[in-house]
């Protein structure tokens, strides 16, 4: 009953006790670890000593294992990453990079997209994923 998340570069997996353990890069290049909870829709989050980050920042993702870069090209400050559920079934996980911006994005095998969080006008049309 273990939700797994890797990274889309190395698929490593990318959690560890309940939370999803990110590389974020600021505005001003510090660098910190960013711990996202696992629970889709919960956005309790924390920071290492290393970075202080303003409500509205964006921030720069990376894998913490091979350092690639998890932001989407193009994509409005958006970052994904992969979720494999205890039912083996893969999907795409989208969050915002932009900190307090409380959206998820859920995107299956078949481009089926589950919204979370709140609902931002910015994301009404779904044609963005179609960039994946
Ligand atoms: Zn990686």
Not at 31 to 43: A, D, F
Not at 62 to 69: K, L, R, T
Request: charged share 25%; glycine share 4%; proline share 3%.
């Amino acid at each position: 009953m273990k939700v797994t998340y890797l990274c889309p570069h190395c698929r490593s997996a990318i959690n560890a006790g309940n939370n999803i353990i990110l590389s974020a890069k600021s505005s001003a290049n510090k660098v910190s670890l960013i711990l996202l909870h696992e629970e889709i829709g919960n956005y309790t989050s924390d920071l290492s000593a290393s970075l202080t980050v303003e409500k509205g920042e964006v921030v720069d993702l990376f894998c913490p294992v091979c350092h690639e870069s998890l932001n989407i090209p193009q994509k409005d400050a958006l970052a994904k990453y992969i979720r494999i559920d205890d039912n083996c079934n893969e999907c795409y996980i989208i969050i915002s990079r932009k900190y307090g911006e409380n959206i998820t994005f859920k995107v299956d095998e078949k481009k089926q997209v589950d919204s979370y969080g709140e609902k931002l006008s910015r994301f009404i049309d779904p044609e963005w994923f179609l960039f994946l």
